[in-house]
């Protein structure tokens, strides 16, 4: 059984740079990509980017100036950085498994348990 | 971006109930199109992928159809477990965009 667990920093200020890692337990970790996802309070779900085993990254136009992605496969671990944050960027962060690739879709198979990030002066 | 716009936002329904969610994209994306479930204070649930195909384990009350821009959820007796927040999901073309979810109240 394929798990990700994720931690990191939960408080943070303005201008601060987020650090979030995710570890993969089960599976393969270099058959797949690893994504992440954040979700502000309340509100609906936003995709980061992805990498895979190699270090090869796809991120979010949106915040691409800011994304970090890192690989480490002797840990099965992925990381997040997220540079210059602000209160637009309070969210639940997830990672997840994906997008998994099958036939004409591609999609997220399992996730993390999510971590809560609050910027805040 | 692929534009991702669900209908209603929200509605309530009881047990036994027959639901229908709609997805409406942007453009063309085919059968490029995934379902996910949030129950509170959860990761979301993978449901439906390539806009038909029930991933393994969930419950054959739920299916998906359509193709090209319009999609449908449906439950076809909502069971009180199914009272969560559903996402869509467009893997056509990156940037990967959700829909803003419908939430099922009681």
């Known amino acids: 059984q394929v798990q990700l667990q994720q931690w990191g920093a939960g408080l943070l200020k303005p201008s601060e740079t987020l650090s979030l890692t995710c570890a993969v337990h089960?599976?393969?970790?270099?058959?797949?990509?690893w994504s992440w996802i954040r979700q502000p309070p309340g509100k609906g779900l936003e995709w980061i980017g992805e990498?895979?085993?190699?270090?090869?990254?796809n991120y979010n136009p949106s915040l691409k100036s800011r994304v970090t992605m890192s690989v480490d496969t002797s840990k099965n671990q992925f990381s997040l950085k997220l540079s210059s944050v602000t209160a637009a960027d309070t969210a639940l962060f997830y990672c997840?498994?994906?997008?998994?690739?099958?036939?004409?879709?591609?999609?997220?198979?399992?996730w993390g348990q999510g971590a809560l990030v609050t910027v805040s002066s | 971006d692929i534009q991702m716009t669900q209908s209603p936002s929200s509605l309530s329904a009881s047990v036994g109930d027959r639901v229908t969610i709609a997805c409406r994209a942007g453009?063309?994306?085919?059968?490029?199109l995934n379902w996910y479930q949030q129950t509170s204070g959860k990761a979301p649930k993978l449901l439906i992928y390539?806009?038909?195909s029930l991933q393994t384990g969930v419950p054959s009350r739920f299916s998906g159809s359509g193709s090209g821009t319009d999609f449908t959820l449906t439950i076809s007796s909502l069971q009180p477990e199914d009272f969560a927040i559903y996402y869509c999901?467009?893997?056509?073309?990156?940037?990967?965009?959700f829909g803003g979810g419908t939430k099922v109240e009681i």
């Open positions: 997840a498994r994906g997008p998994v690739a099958a036939g004409l879709a591609a999609y997220f198979d399992y």
């Open positions: 453009q063309n994306i085919f059968t490029y």
């Open positions: 390539a806009a038909s």
């Open positions: 990498i895979n085993h190699s270090g090869s990254t």
């Open positions: 999901q467009q893997s056509y073309s990156s940037p990967l965009t």
């Open positions: 089960g599976g393969s970790f270099s058959g797949y990509h």
